[in-house]
């Protein structure tokens, strides 16, 4: 009855609490970072691979700067200000790849799916512009790294969070845990007299 009572209460908790909880969608973008041929650099094309791993984490980094939601708060006007945007933008450059994955989380799929889109191109323009520098010394083929979009984000079908199935199931063992614990407590800490042998 104790271990029983335990897993209701816990499941029960659980599932007030997860129901309670705002729905939140992801989309994720995918850019892809390459050395443009600047006085024969990507003539070695082992460096040029370099060069772009090189660039690419610290392009993860800064991908939600207010250079990037500023503009892209302004163009939308979905309500949020470039500051809120920021919160929702994360990034990861998976190692040993010139690839950056550009993830929004939102209440609104819709949203979040515009949102990856537009950031995914206000960076490859930004991007461009930051490694400008490079045409201004001497070269007249552009900037050495080129940003491009390969994958837009798609509409997210089910919410990231909260994951229902699996915070219950969570509460489940954790009700079933506390159960027994109470249970051998109670038993341990019992010293009534209920039987003949026990006199």
């Not at 609490?17 to 705002?22: C, K, N, Y």
Request: aromatic content about 4%.
């Amino acid at each position: 009855a104790t271990v029983l009572a335990a897993v209701v209460l816990v499941v029960a908790g659980t599932a007030v609490f997860v129901w309670s909880q705002t729905a939140k969608y992801e989309a994720t973008a995918q850019l892809f970072v390459s050395a443009n041929d600047t006085g024969g650099l990507a003539a070695n094309l082992q460096s040029a691979a370099q060069f772009s791993q090189d660039r690419v984490q610290s392009y993860a980094d800064i991908i939600n700067s207010p250079q990037i939601t500023g503009p892209v708060a302004s163009r939308l006007n979905v309500g949020l200000s470039a500051k809120q945007i920021s919160k929702e933008v994360s990034a990861d450059a998976p190692l040993n790849t010139v690839l950056v994955n550009l993830h929004v989380t939102d209440t609104s799929a819709k949203r979040a799916q515009r949102l990856a889109n537009a950031i995914a191109d206000q960076f490859s323009n930004y991007a461009a512009f930051l490694e400008a520098s490079a045409g201004k010394n001497g070269s007249d083929n552009g900037p050495p790294v080129k940003v491009s979009v390969v994958r837009s984000a798609a509409l997210p079908t089910s919410p990231v969070s909260p994951k229902k199935a699996l915070d219950l199931s969570l509460g489940l063992l954790a009700g079933l845990v506390l159960g027994i614990a109470a249970a051998v407590l109670r038993d341990t800490l019992d010293n009534t007299v209920k039987t003949p042998d026990d006199v």
